[in-house]
Nanobody, 122 residues
């Protein structure tokens, strides 16, 4: 069974920075995509950023130019560097690993982290 553990959330003032990490444990051969989502109170969960195995990235318009996603496959880890944070970035952030394979064959699985709170004060 694959488990994702997130870290790095917390309270920061507007304009500050935080770096989120999400590491996967378990039997893992490859991970197709790694991503970050967030959910603010009373709102639906939304995609923040995603990175493919080939290194292609995509960002929500609201975070472009402020957030940077990266991955370290040797550690089965994805990072989200968040700079110039705004109060509207306040949310619970979830990591998602898709296409997780335990071997070169077979179908990949989809896994979520438990969520980490990010609070940006004005």
């Amino acid at each position: 069974q694959v488990q994702l553990v997130e870290s790095g959330g917390g309270l920061v003032q507007a304009g500050g920075s935080l770096r989120l990490s999400c590491a996967a444990s378990g039997r893992i051969f490859s991970i197709l995509t790694m991503g970050w989502y967030r959910q603010a109170p009373g709102k639906q969960r939304e995609l923040v950023s995603i990175i493919t195995r080939g290194g292609n990235t995509d960002y929500a318009d609201s975070v472009k130019g402020r957030f940077t996603i990266s991955r370290e496959d040797s550690k089965n880890t994805v990072y989200l560097q968040m700079d110039s944070l705004k109060p509207e970035d306040t949310a619970v952030y979830y990591c998602n690993f898709a296409g997780v394979k335990a071997a070169a064959w077979g179908r990949g699985g989809d896994y979520w982290g438990q969520g980490t709170q990010v609070t940006v004060s004005s």
